[in-house]
Nanobody, 130 residues
Framework: QVQLVESGGGLVQPGGSLRVSCATS????????MGWFRQTAGKEREFVAAISMKGGATHYADSVKGRFTISRDNAKNTVSLQMSRLEPEDTAVYFC???????????????????????WGQGTQVTVSS
């Protein structure tokens, strides 16, 4: 069955760094764009970053651009998010998602829409606090 399992969350001080990862199985990883979203209580899931099927294209929310880096390893079926210069506003549960791409192309609008994603992990908590 399809599985996405996030790991690496935790407590970090403002200005610090953290890397969250997502191990996947049960689907053809290389045919899916992958994304990271985050969510806080009472709010909708928010787009953070996405990466194309082979990793050649990346996309970021303005709020994390220049601080976060998304990457993927198609040999290991994993996707990661390296977060630096973390701010208290980055506190959230972080989810990885898989978006099937049917004709080899997708738009940023699609990549940033959580409803476009077929599979999700259970999330990992990231807390930025002193």
């Amino acid at each position: 069955q399809v599985q996405l399992v996030e790991s690496g969350g935790g407590l970090v001080q403002p200005g610090g760094s953290l890397r969250v990862s997502c191990a996947t199985s049960g689907f053809t990883f290389g045919t899916y764009a992958m994304g990271w979203f985050r969510q806080t209580a009472g709010k909708e899931r928010e787009f953070v970053a996405a990466i194309s099927m082979k990793g050649g294209a990346t996309h970021y929310a303005d709020s994390v651009k220049g601080r976060f880096t998304i990457s993927r390893d198609n040999a290991k079926n994993t996707v990661s998010l390296q977060m630096s210069r973390l701010e208290p506003e980055d506190t959230a549960v972080y989810f990885c998602g898989a978006m099937e791409v049917f004709d080899g192309t997708y738009t940023l609008t699609e990549a940033s829409n959580p409803r476009r994603y077929s599979y999700w992990g259970q999330g990992t908590q990231v807390t930025v606090s002193s």
